[in-house]
């Protein structure tokens, strides 16, 4: 290995001073603590299960609709609600909102 054109580096303790843990004088704040704890307890936790809608009320609404030959694009043009929130309610991923739930089925009742 003569081509080598730099030398090797050797690291090695600095004497007896080196083994001694270092102090630190930074104080935490007691507020950032109890935060830093909150923040380990909520990452270990399962995040809270969101609420359905159940089967029964997904099949009530179904009917209801189909009943009344609405399509679920009229559906949510007539009630002004984002595009796919009757088809989502309808398979189930919709979180649960009990005022929605019933002014669609207020809705298709009258009609």
Same mark, same amino acid.
């Given at each position: 290995?003569?081509?080598?054109?730099?030398?090797?580096?050797? @690291?090695?303790?600095?004497? /007896?001073? #080196?083994?001694? +843990?270092? *102090?630190? =004088? !930074?104080?935490?704040?007691? $507020?950032?603590?109890?935060?830093?704890? @909150?923040?380990?307890?909520? /990452?270990? #936790?399962?995040? +809270?299960? *969101?609420? =359905? !809608?159940?089967?029964?009320? $997904?099949?009530?609404?179904?009917?209801?609709?189909?009943?009344?030959?609405?399509?679920?694009?009229?559906?949510? *043009?007539?009630?002004?609600?984002?595009?796919?929130?009757?088809?989502?309610?309808?398979?189930?991923?919709?979180?649960?909102?009990?005022?929605?739930?019933?002014?669609?089925?207020?809705?298709?009742?009258?009609?």
């Amino acid at each position: 290995m003569s081509f080598q054109d730099w030398k090797p580096v050797v @690291l090695s303790k600095m004497g /007896a001073s #080196a083994s001694k +843990p270092i *102090k630190s =004088t !930074i104080s935490v704040d007691p $507020k950032v603590k109890q935060a830093n704890a @909150l923040d380990a307890y909520n /990452a270990e #936790a399962p995040p +809270p299960k *969101k609420e =359905t !809608i159940t089967t029964e009320e $997904k099949k009530e609404l179904t009917q209801l609709r189909l009943l009344k030959k609405i399509t679920q694009e009229d559906l949510n *043009k007539k009630l002004q609600l984002p595009k796919d929130t009757i088809k989502t309610i309808e398979n189930g991923t919709h979180v649960k909102n009990k005022a929605l739930f019933h002014k669609i089925k207020q809705f298709l009742s009258k009609t």
